[in-house]
């Protein structure tokens, strides 16, 4: 295993590679999540219909840079998310484990789960910032709009107008839900990846494990990209959601949420076997120079 540092480094930089096959995908799922935002099935607009439909029509009217928008935005936010997930996952589970067991390398179930939530939590809560920036610039859309429309230049002029209006509060708006969603996902997503790999590795010899990762994101879609206060909180956002638009509406942008979760999921973890390899060479490598130096 790299340093805790080398492994926040890698597991960032694998997260930037998926996020870079995804993100076509996660423009889809918010732009289906906030459309009809308060409104009846029968008010409703259905400019957005599906998957590949969504895909069709934003490069149709906005081309591919309508389909990246924001994705500067999404790497900042998948090296800081997934570069806590990841990097900090294994030395929290050790160090608990160590504390409990006297033996770090013994497995608990209960102990897995805390660490990848722990993990989880603190990578959302350091990413919310750039999470909501992400979000408010995909759901942008001069053509065919939905939600609340935020007409930023780029992430850094989303962030100072943010700033200036709502102060840091604004930035922090809906972390709340994002620390919710990201713990109860790293803690099924992480322990059962690591579990497969340990299996694998002892039984059939092979190094990758594949976990799924699903849980919804239509609320926290909404509370990022409100403006004022549209909704108090969480459950006051679930409430009116489900109220005027009914039960199902918290599942809207599901099958794109699926589209992008699974490819994403597969291949941050692939990817961050591969960059943790390549960070634990260049850190042995650092560390017989400096022997070498001091010598």
């Known amino acids: 295993m790299s340093t805790t540092l080398g492994a926040f480094i890698a597991g960032g930089i694998a997260a930037c590679g998926a996020v870079t ?3 076509g995908f996660e423009t889809v799922k918010i732009r289906l999540q906030l459309q009809g935002e308060l409104q009846s099935k029968a008010e409703a607009p259905r400019l957005y219909k599906g998957v ?3 895909v069709g029509v934003i490069l149709k009217n906005e081309g591919v840079k309508g389909l990246f928008r924001g994705i500067g935005c999404a790497y900042v936010y998948q090296m800081t998310l ?3 997930r990841l990097g900090f996952y294994e030395p929290l589970r050790t160090t608990i484990t160590s504390a409990l067991y006297k033996d770090a390398s013994k497995q608990s179930l209960g102990i897995n789960i805390f660490s990848g939530a722990a993990s989880g939590i603190l990578g959302a809560a350091a990413g919310s910032p750039f999470f909501l920036v992400k979000t408010r610039l995909q759901s942008y859309s001069p053509f065919l709009p939905v939600g609340t429309q935020h007409n930023y230049r780029n992430a850094v002029d989303g962030t100072r107008q943010i700033y200036s209006q709502e102060g840091v509060k604004g930035l922090y ?3 709340g839900a994002a620390m919710v969603r990201t713990g109860f996902g790293s803690s099924v997503q ?5 579990f497969a790999k340990r299996r694998l590795v002892k039984h059939l010899g092979m190094q990758e494990g594949t976990p799924l990762h699903l849980a919804s994101n239509t609320i926290m879609s909404r509370m990022y990209n409100q403006t004022g206060n549209l909704y108090k909180g969480v459950f006051d956002c679930l409430y009116k959601t489900i109220s005027t638009e ?3 509406a918290i599942y809207k942008g ?8 699974l490819p994403h999921t597969m291949l941050t973890l692939t990817l961050a076997e591969q960059t943790n390899k390549l960070m634990r060479r260049f850190e042995d490598r650092l560390s017989l120079g400096n022997a070498k130096g001091a010598v």
Do not use: D, M, S, W
Not at 190 to 194: H, N, R
Not at 256 to 261: D, E, M, N, Y
């Open 21 to 23: 096959v995804t993100h």
């Open 52 to 54: 590949f439909q969504g």
């Open 82 to 84: 997934n570069g806590c």
């Open 173 to 175: 708006r809906g972390v």
């Open 190 to 194: 992480l322990p059962t990846y690591f």
């Open 246 to 248: 009914g039960v199902l």
């Open 254 to 261: 599901f099958f794109a949420h699926l589209a992008r979760i």
